[in-house]
């Protein structure tokens, strides 16, 4: 089993690898798992991967911190079906530390100015959890992670002023807590900013 950023590189990634175990001699075909999360009524619609493969990549299915119950069988090449496996219970994202909180009221200010304006984070408003404080800028709408990052900053409890020199116009900023291993705390802002 393989979860989280830690073993997977994705925060909310969950792989589950299988093993034959002792057989009656049968020739397995393929491996079927089934998933849930804990205290759901229902299994999820059953999943299964060839024999050699015996890898099941939920990654994106569950969230982290989702506690997930699996259970899995062996079917052979003449549709055999083994008893399912005992049902293990895994929290997504286990080995990966705390997720950092939301960064206190205060944490991400903007000073508007001429061509420019300066990004204020005060990391000393972040929680125990937080590494790194993500920044990004946008000239409205949706945030876009991968577009509109403009660097991050270390959450030592310093106060750190970042100048993005931007045609005249009206931006927002976003700033999004991470611990060490990059699991991420909710989006900040936005905080409106004008270049002027």
């Given at each position: 089993?393989?979860?989280?950023?830690?073993?997977?590189?994705?925060?909310?990634?969950?792989?589950?690898?299988?093993?034959?175990?002792?057989?009656?001699?049968?020739i397995l075909?393929?491996?079927?798992?089934?998933?849930?999360?804990?205290?759901?009524?229902?299994?999820?619609p059953?999943?299964?991967?060839?024999?050699?493969?015996?890898?099941?990549d939920?990654?994106?299915?569950?969230?982290?911190?989702?506690?997930?119950?699996?259970?899995?069988?062996?079917?052979?090449?003449?549709?055999?079906?083994?008893?399912?496996?005992?049902?293990v219970?895994?929290?997504?994202?286990?080995l990966?530390?705390?997720?950092?909180?939301?960064?206190?009221?205060?944490?991400?200010?903007?000073?508007n100015?001429?061509?420019?304006?300066t990004?204020?984070?005060?990391?000393?408003?972040a929680?125990?959890?937080?590494?790194?404080?993500?920044?990004?800028?946008?000239?409205?709408g949706?945030?876009?992670?991968?577009?509109?990052f403009?660097?991050?900053?270390?959450?030592?409890?310093t106060?750190?002023?970042?100048?993005?020199?931007l045609?005249?116009?009206?931006?927002?900023?976003?700033?999004?807590p991470?611990?060490?291993?990059?699991?991420?705390?909710p989006?900040f802002?936005?905080v409106?900013?004008?270049?002027?």
């Amino acid at each position: 089993m393989a979860t989280g950023l830690a073993a997977t590189d994705t925060a909310d990634g969950l792989k589950v690898f299988l093993l034959p175990g002792v057989t009656n001699g049968a020739i397995l075909d393929r491996f079927e798992l089934r998933h849930r999360l804990v205290g759901a009524g229902t299994w999820e619609p059953l999943l299964d991967v060839p024999a050699a493969t015996a890898m099941f990549d939920l990654t994106g299915l569950y969230a982290i911190d989702d506690d997930v119950q699996l259970e899995a069988r062996a079917v052979s090449i003449d549709g055999q079906q083994s008893a399912f496996t005992a049902t293990v219970t895994v929290t997504v994202g286990a080995l990966d530390g705390a997720a950092p909180a939301a960064l206190a009221a205060g944490a991400v200010t903007v000073e508007n100015g001429t061509g420019a304006f300066t990004i204020v984070v005060d990391t000393s408003l972040a929680d125990a959890a937080t590494a790194r404080v993500r920044l990004f800028v946008n000239d409205g709408g949706v945030l876009d992670e991968a577009d509109d990052f403009v660097g991050s900053v270390a959450a030592d409890g310093t106060e750190y002023r970042r100048v993005r020199n931007l045609p005249a116009g009206s931006y927002q900023v976003f700033a999004r807590p991470v611990n060490a291993l990059g699991a991420a705390g909710p989006v900040f802002g936005p905080v409106p900013a004008t270049s002027s």
